[in-house]
């Protein structure tokens, strides 16, 4: 009999302990999330969550949304119409330096500019001097390094690169087409896809000559590293801790996969963005360091580059370095 009672006594406590303990486990579910990202390579991963269901514990809604421009991508945060985004990584910053709770929970992205040319004697940015350049950047991150990077190559005064800004990259690639333009700085895979339209095309010899990122290793060996592109917590989730953990961890299973399974990855690609051929999505995976790494583990890189951004061009990021809470998740 003493037997039973200290049975059920035990018995009890543990159930008592399960259903406390179970809230505090139970991960928060969501109506739906919403991913969102340009068409680039910074993207990819996060097609392939969807595809594979990476979030189905915290919601049974996994949405995403492409958006074209980092202009359209600040009024889809505003209107918290996202809840995470492949984002330039200048972009989080700036928007937590103006006070919107935001974090960057990772850098994927370390090399995505390339300079493209039909110039033979064309074979690194330093051949660029007395050229004209292509430019399909005016505010963004892509046009603060370029400068920056020609500026270091201290071209003579009347040697200094003639830099012809584009509305757009489609802009831009029907520019090189057509031959009235002959070089250009484009962002992966719109690299890529250039090269494959002209082939395709039967134009005159066009090739990626050399990754802005191979330049700036050579100019700044000080500050090799460029973490150019990563993964945002839009304000509707970036208290949400474990969500956001979960985020960057299956955003990394993705990334390896995407660089390990390059042409499966391209024809996901191309099911979800149909105007993206998957031979030039292909090229463009095989030809970016797609490395996903936790914004906390590659702060000083971050720094680095925020400080370089703010002798350059301050506004880029809110004028200051952002505080060490930014860097989630």
């Known amino acids: 009999m003493l037997y039973k009672r200290y049975a059920t006594l035990a018995l009890s406590l543990f159930l008592g302990l399960a259903t406390a303990a179970s809230p505090a486990q139970a991960a928060k579910k969501y109506k739906s999330l919403t991913l969102a990202g340009p068409a680039a390579v910074v993207t990819y991963p996060l097609l ?9 514990e915290y919601t049974d809604k996994l949405n995403f949304q492409l958006w074209q421009s980092p202009d359209q991508l600040r009024v889809l945060l505003a209107k918290k119409e996202i809840d995470f ?23 994927s992205v370390w090399g995505i500019l390339w300079l493209v040319s039909r110039d033979p004697e064309v074979n690194t940015f330093a051949d660029l001097a007395g050229r004209e350049l292509l430019v399909p950047f005016q505010r963004d991150l892509p046009a603060a390094l370029l400068e920056a990077l020609l500026a270091k190559q201290n071209f003579p005064a009347d040697q200094q690169v003639s830099l012809r800004h584009t509305r757009d990259a489609q ?10 333009g002959q070089n250009a700085l484009l962002v992966e895979p719109t690299a890529s896809l250039l090269v494959w339209r002209n082939r395709q095309q039967n134009g005159a010899p066009l090739r990626k ?47 390896t996969w995407c660089k390990e399974q390059p042409q499966a990855c391209a024809q996901l690609v191309h099911a979800h963005i149909p105007h993206l051929p998957a031979e030039a999505v292909e090229n463009a995976i095989r030809t970016t360091r797609l490395d996903s790494r936790s914004a906390s583990s590659v702060r000083p890189q971050l720094e680095a580059l925020y400080s370089l951004l703010g002798k350059h061009n301050p506004d880029a990021i809110g004028g200051r370095l952002p505080d060490a809470a930014f860097y989630g998740p």
């Open 85 to 107: 985004s492949a984002s330039p990584s200048n972009l989080p910053a700036l928007m937590a330096n103006r006070g919107a709770p935001v974090r960057l929970l990772n850098i």
């Open 209 to 255: 000559v050399e990754s802005l990122e191979s330049s700036w290793r050579l100019s700044f060996p000080e500050q090799a590293e460029l973490p150019q592109a990563g993964i945002m917590a839009n304000s509707t989730v970036a208290n949400d801790i474990e969500l956001s953990r979960a985020v960057e961890q299956a955003y990394a299973r993705s990334a």
């Open 171 to 180: 802009d831009a690639i029907a520019l090189m087409l057509t031959g009235q």
């Open 48 to 56: 392939h969550m969807v595809e594979t269901g990476a979030l189905a």
